[in-house]
Every structure is written in C-alpha cells, then in structure tokens.
C-alpha cells in the first residue's frame, strides 16, 4: 500500500471526530471506552508529526470553464475546504494534542465517561480544523462545534453551577456564532465566494479603489465573533467561568484552545480587513483593556481555579497586544508568547487538578499547609508560578521580552510600562493563591489525618514535568521555535 | 412595483426583524426560555440573509451539465446560451451553507433546552433572576 498521500491534514479533523462519535457509542462501557480513548490518544499524538505539509484540497471542484458575465463562482474559484498545513499549526496541533491527552489520562483511574472523552476529541477536531482551515465558513461551523465542545465539558462537572455558566456561555455563543454567519453572509453576497486566498486577492484589488461600507460591516461582525472566542473584553468573564467550573486539566486544555483560535482567527481576519485602518487599533484597545481587566480580576478572587483563569484571559490579552501593535516582530512574538503561556498555564491548571483531589476544594480560605503534604508539587507549582509569570530562563520570558521590545520600538512605550505591571500584577496574584494553598496555617481537614490517605494523579504530575522541561528547553533555546513563527509570520504577506 | 422585485427587499427586513426580536429577547427577557428562543430568531434570521443574498429568478445550477439537461426542458427556452441562464439563476452555495448553519442551531439550541430543564427542575422556576441570583464574581 502507497502511504505517500495517506497523512493528509484533513485527517487531523477527521480522525478525533470518527474518534469522537465512537466514544459516544460505547459510553458506559468503562473498559472499552478506556482501551479506545487510550488508542485513540496515542494516534491523535502521532497525527500531527506524521502528517504531510502543505495545503489539502478537501472536496475540491475541478476547474471548469470561465463563466464570464454571469455571478457564478464556479470557475477558476475553489469551493473546496482548504486546510493549510505548515509547522506552526503542526506545534499548535501536537500542543493541544498534549493537553487533551493529559485531560484524559489524569482521570485514568476514576470511572472515564464515553461523551467526556468525546466531547475532548471533539475540542481537539474543531480547534484544529480552525487552526489549519483556509475557507470562512469552515472557520464557522467548527468555531459553533468549538463552542459546543466547551459547553459539554463544563456540563460534565454535572453541578448547577456549572450548568448555570453552560447555558450562559451558549447564549453567548450563539450571538457570537450569528454574528460571524452574517459577517460571512455579507462577504459571501459581495464577493460569491468563502476562500480566504481568494477573498484576499478580490479584496486587495478593490482596497486599491477604496474600502466598502459592506466590507467595514463585515468586518465589525467578524470582530465580534473574534472577541467571545478570544475570551477579550467583554467576554472575559464568561470565558474565564468557563475555564473554572470546568475540571482544571480541562481548563488546561481549554486555554490553549483559546489562545490558538486567538491567534488563527486573528490571521484570518487580519487578510481580509488589513486594508481597514482603524482594525489593529481596535485589537490594541481590546486586548489591552482584557489584560488590565484579567489581572485586576485575578487579584481579587478567592477561588483559585477562578484565579488561574482571569491569569489566563490576561495573558490572552497579552498575546492579543502583540498581534495589534501589528508589527512583524511583535506578531512573531504574540505567536511565541500564545505557545509558550498555553505550556506555563497549564502547569498551573494541572497543579490545580492535583489540590482538587487532595482537599476537594479550590476556595482559597478553605485550604492551607498543603507544603509537606504534597510531595513535589509545591515545587513544580512554584516553578509554574515563575514560568506564568515571565521569568527567565522560561520561555514565557523570551516570549514577552520580544512583546516589550516590539512595543517599544514601534512607537508605545508606554504599553511596555503596561506589560511589566500587568507582570507584576500576575506573579502578585498567583504568589497570593501559592501562600493561601501551601504556606499558609493548615485547615481543619489536615487535622483529621486524611491527607496521609489521599492519593492523587501521579500521571498529573508527571505531565507538569514535562511540561516545565519544554518551557525551560523553549526559553534556553527560542530560536529553534522562534525561526519557524518568523518564517510563519512572513507568509502572511501583509504585515 | 412589482411582487417579484419587492421579494428580496422584504426577505431581509424580515430577517432585520428577527435579529431585532432575537436581540430584544436575549438582552431584556428574564424568562430562560425566551432568551433561548431569541437566539434561535437570531441565528434563523441570519440564515434568512444568507439564503436572501443567494436568491434569483430561476433554479440554482451546479454545473454545465446540468444547464445542458436543463435547456431541454420547456421552462428555460427562452434562454438559449449558458451565460444568459447562469446569470438569472440562484446561487447554490448559500443554501448548502444554510443547511448546515440550521443543524448546528438546532444542536446548540437542544444543549440549551435540556440545561433549562436541568435548571428549571433546581429552582423550580425559569426567571433568571431567580436562576442567576447568586452572581459569581
């Protein structure tokens, strides 16, 4: 058998999908449904190391014959869904991979529930789809699954707190969801395709005669839907509900879809409206605005997944700051910083996964003297601390460094004094929820000598580990990641 | 005027109307229920847009095959070169998207439905002052 176009990346969409609806079928049988999640991980990590670069034609059209004079796009116009492959979505993909297996793996041991585990494949089909699809309303339906996906693991929780903040992300979502259809409806009347190449090139060619009222309006309804999945102001609050009613090593998974789809949508956006002026300042305002907003948020909560997760929206906002000041190396280092705080946030997310099943509790004033009860946690969780934080010699400090630098010289320098607050601000927050879990005087459970008999997710752990090693290997050695974003940013063409 | 070209006009003030409604429903309603179903107005007149912005006189057609089957039938003999019927037929991408736009409603809008019930049977009511009392910061 010729394997030579069998790894095509639409197999990376279609694979955790087929996975997903299989997992469905056999849900409540709790040994099958192991045995195939398992299988089903080891392949979803593979894919994306085996895949073969370049750009797949999905369902492609042949061209046929021009149609002048006639409002029919058939020809010469590709109706197919394009996915783009390269080595940035590949890092993207094999990341959220990594976390979406951790997601799953650290319950291993507990009774592991077919829809969850689909729902997680599911998280993993749509974002990648996102990440790599080059046609505007593929982008939609897999953000609108995206969103579903999310809701269905906050659902799982199986609390009326979680509930509550399910439906509400729902209704979010589905404005946000209408309010891209009608962005892409308009784009569709206008120009009769769904392409972003294509669109790009009409649109390139029209921006020379001016910039169309449709096309602001476009792009405004675009920019709606971009922010709810950004988790950007306005939506930070219900994004960061999201990330902690969900289970912590989901929220894992969770922030990095986000920060991705952040970054993919914002590619997107950027080759269809570069030509509207005032587009990247809106971004700058936003994304500034949810990194202020996140971190004062984070210093006030007492609850510290609810803490991790307004860390989370301001980091979220941080990337957002590069990819708006719009220069080639800010952009570069917003792509850097996307991967390297998914990788630090989500040490913080599992260390939480692992307090949970220590104390059953994430309110801070309920916990404490957890220091010598739980092993080498504390330490990885301060290292974590360090990495979220942008400290050197982790990555996330490579990463906001150039976010500084790029500021700087494009002209803001008083954003870089923003950055290094919002800095502060965040090792100040994660420092509070560090005391309150570790340092701080024991609480009633520890005295009932309980925490000798509480196991916890060595695998959790273990997955921590990992993950500080690739943030210490990416901050002593940027250039190896940092060249492919540069190349990545490149391509784009209108930076 | 005639009906025929008062026909696209209308379809989108209804679909105006719809988001209109929807929006209303979501923003100011407090029954659950009817923020639910806003949505759905919302997400349905949207897809009015899209079907709307692909609307012309005659059929769609997908390729020149099927102009070629089409031309022998009596009700396009006027049209006698395939650029001429291209041009006054439908476009057939916004229905296919529409198709798949309506499923997707349809799956976020059964979510939020059995939610509400989950919800409705806690509190017992579907007031959301009375469900999202205890606001979380």
Redesign the interface.
Known sequence: MNYENFFVPALLVAFPLISAICLNFIHGKDRAVKGFAFLSIIVVLLLPWITQYGVYWFGGHPT??N????????SKLN?AIVYNFGIIQKIFIALLALLASAAILVHFTERVSGVYTAMIMLGIASASAVIMADDV?NI??FL??L??SQ??LV?AVGS??A??T???Y??L???A??SI??G??IL??RY?M?NVSDLHKVITVESQVGISHALIVACALIFIGWLFESGMVPFHIIKS?VYSKARPSVGAFMQTQTKFVLVALWVIILRLFYGISTFNALILGVSILSMVFGVI?AL??TEFT?LLAYVAVAQAGLVGVGLGIATEASVSASVFHAINDALAMAILFLSASIILQITKTMDLHKMGGLLWKSGLVPLWSMLGIFAVSCMPPFNTYQSEFRIISAASQAGYPELTVIIILTSIATFVALIKGFYSIYLKEGQDYLSAKEMDRTPYSDRTEYVMLLLLAICLAIGLFPQNILQYIQQFVSSIGVI | MSLETLFQPMCFLTAAAL?VVG?YA?IFMDN?LK??IG??L??D???L??IT??F?KIVA????EMYEQGVKSTAFETLTE??EF??Q?A?P??SA?VL??IV??V??FA??LA??I??YQ?YNSMSCSV??KEV??
């Not at chain 1, 149609?67 to 058939?74: C, D, K, S, V």
């Not at chain 2, 057609?61 to 020149?64: A, K, V």
């Open positions: 046929v014959e149609l002048e004079g006639t409002n029919i796009m058939l109706l309303f939609f339906v609108e699954i969103t579903i809701a269905a659902i009326v707190r509930y509550k399910a439906i509400k729902l209704i979502g589905g404005v969801g209408s259809l009608l892409i409806a569709l009347g009769g769904l509900d948020m006030r909560q609810r | 988001v929006l979501v659950l923020k639910i949505v759905t919302i997400s007149g949207v897809n847009v899209l912005g692909g012309n057609i997908i390729s020149p395939f650029p291209a041009a037929a476009f991408l916004p998207l798949t736009s997707i409603s799956s976020i979510i939020m939610l509400a989950r919800l806690h469900i999202f979380d910061e």
